[in-house]
């Protein structure tokens, strides 16, 4: 199951999102495949990381920096936000 997955399947971070005016499927988890790819997860119940999530909505794009908590033994995922940075969306030229 994809990172993405995990931390649409609870309340708090679909929250992040409607607040931003982010769609759930405009967001994506900086480098989720790597993360994934670790030798050591085979050993670990629970994982902490710091990531970089990025959002688009039709205000720009939001980055969320923060710290992503995921319990794969429960399946669940809780994104805990430190900052967001906001840019402007281009204007066709």
């Known amino acids: 199951m994809q990172l993405k ?3 649409l399947n609870g309340f708090s971070f679909n ?3 409607r607040q931003f005016s982010i769609e759930k499927s ?4 900086q480098d989720e495949d790597m993360i994934l790819s670790r030798k050591d997860l085979a ?5 902490k990381e710091r990531v970089l999530i990025q959002g688009k909505s039709t ?23 430190d900052s967001v940075e906001q840019q402007q969306a281009s204007a066709a030229a």
Do not use: M
């Not at 405009?26 to 988890?29: K, L, N, T, Y």
């Not at 050993?43 to 994982?47: A, P, S």
């Open 5 to 7: 997955d995990l931390l």
């Open 15 to 17: 929250e992040i999102l």
């Open 26 to 29: 405009d967001f994506i988890i």
């Open 43 to 47: 050993n670990k119940e629970v994982l």
């Open 59 to 81: 205000n720009g794009i939001f980055n969320f920096f923060g710290t992503l908590h995921c319990n794969f033994l429960n399946q669940l995922a809780v994104f805990e936000l």
